[in-house]
């Protein structure tokens, strides 16, 4: 201790207070406790936000493809000479053509609205995660030209509509054949081969997966398909790389990235989350609150040893030194204990899944917390700038400090 500089020297033993006035050192616990609280929250809060932001990407990505090439007048009918002028270009991984429409699934007495996709499992799986979310069967299932052809439906579904492996559906169209009385719609049964479950009540509730054959039959599209979807080897630059197709096909073919698809919800989470980030900082602005009355409250204690030290030649600066130094010890060491917080309680919740969610409501079944470097560096250094600035008055009040008045009756 003896070879610091002498104001790191005394604003550390400042932090001890005197055994008469033992407020002061209490004070010092609560403002690092102010400032601890404020950065553990406002870290924990920032990291559940990019967990949900990347845990609901890796969803809508595991089931959708980065981006998907679609004709204006809503059918492609030369798909195959479209899909390898697709694969040709930069970036692209690889494509798979589907068909998309909306029906009605019934089983007995239940009925259920949903999307119908027709798939070629062995081109899907290159585009997207469905086989990671199989939970029972599998897409290689989905028989084509049999007399009951497969169909794989969600986990959500399959409880809506009281059915399991095995077990026989009808799959109605709305839109069918005019008869005699009006509107016949096509009814067809399917076998349920298999059943997945994404996590996600949209996906596990609202989709049925079948034969890209079978989806052009059913939905009267003869050889057409709906679109194209496509994998890129970068996600973030999926809205270049549509552009170079876009270019490449030509009007009247256009593509849509996974970006511009779900655009409104990744806005609205971005935009939360920096919300969140404005209403916390206050936390610690409030913290830094405590830091100014302790260090105010120190400067009325240490009025004799300010001027003691004023009058054996300690300049103005470096007296302002110390009470900056304490203030800032204060700020760093609540900072350090509330990163320190942050990371046990995203551990806790990221392996224990302490906070469930209704999937209904927020699209996933639990929370779950992604830690960032860019929000573990930018915090900090706000936290403890911020505790840095609260010093400067109580600082400058004790530089200013006139020494002939505490010394006068010595």
Same mark, same amino acid.
């Given at each position: ?8 020297f ?32 406002l ?7 990019? $967990? ?7 969803k809508?990505? &595991?089931?959708n493809a ?62 997207? /995660? ?7 069967g ?23 509509? $009281? ?18 009385? &009006? ?10 081969t298999?059943?997945? /479950? ?29 679109g194209? /979807? ?24 256009? &593509? ?45 204690e ?31 060491? $609540? ?10 309680? &995203?551990?806790i ?62």
């Open positions: 201790m003896r070879f610091l500089p002498y104001p790191l005394i604003s550390l033993r400042y932090l001890k207070s005197k055994k008469k006035h033992k407020s002061i050192s209490l004070n010092t616990l609560i403002s690092i406790g102010g400032v601890c609280l404020g950065v553990m929250a870290l924990t809060v920032l990291s559940v936000m990019s $967990g949900f932001h990347e845990d609901l990407q890796n809508i990505l &595991g089931v980065h981006a998907v090439v679609l004709h204006y007048s809503g059918l492609i009918s030369n798909y195959e000479s479209i899909k390898d002028q697709i694969d040709s270009t930069e970036g692209v991984v690889s494509s798979s053509p589907f068909v998309l429409g909306q029906v009605m699934l019934s089983s007995g007495d239940r009925a259920r609205g949903v999307a119908l996709k027709g798939i070629i499992p062995e081109t899907e799986m290159k585009v997207s /995660e469905l086989r990671k979310y199989m939970r029972e599998s897409l290689e299932d989905l028989e084509t030209g049999s007399k009951t052809p497969g169909i794989i439906i969600g986990k959500e579904l399959a409880r809506y509509l $009281g059915v399991y492996i095995g077990d026989r559906i009808n799959l109605i169209s709305p839109v069918g054949e005019i008869g005699p009385l &009006g509107m016949i719609p096509r009814i067809r049964q399917f076998k349920i298999g059943i997945f /479950e994404v996590g996600m009540f949209e996906y596990d509730s609202n989709l049925a997966l079948i034969s890209l054959q079978d989806a052009q039959d059913f939905l009267k599209f003869d050889s057409s398909v709906t194209i /979807e496509v994998k890129v080897s970068d996600i973030y630059k999926a809205d270049r790389i549509v552009e170079d197709i876009q270019k490449r096909l030509g009007y009247p073919y256009y &593509g849509m990235d996974w970006m511009k698809m779900n655009r409104t919800l990744f806005s609205a989470l971005k935009l939360e989350k920096f919300a969140m980030f404005i209403i916390l900082i206050l936390i610690v602005l409030v913290a830094s609150f405590n830091i100014i009355s302790t260090l105010m409250m120190s400067v009325i240490k009025e004799r040893e300010i001027a003691i030290l004023k009058a054996m030649g300690a300049p103005s600066t470096g007296i302002m030194a110390i009470f900056m130094l304490q203030g800032l010890i204060i700020g760093v060491i $609540g900072t350090v204990l509330g990163v320190i917080g942050s990371l046990i309680l &995203g551990y919740i990221n392996n224990y899944e302490i906070i469930k969610l209704p999937p209904d409501v927020y699209y996933l079944s639990h929370l779950s917390v992604k830690l960032k470097l860019f929000d573990y560096i930018i915090v900090p250094l706000c936290s403890i700038l911020i505790s840095l600035l609260s010093t400067v008055y109580p600082a400058y009040q004790a530089a200013r400090l006139n020494p002939v008045e505490p010394l006068r009756y010595e």
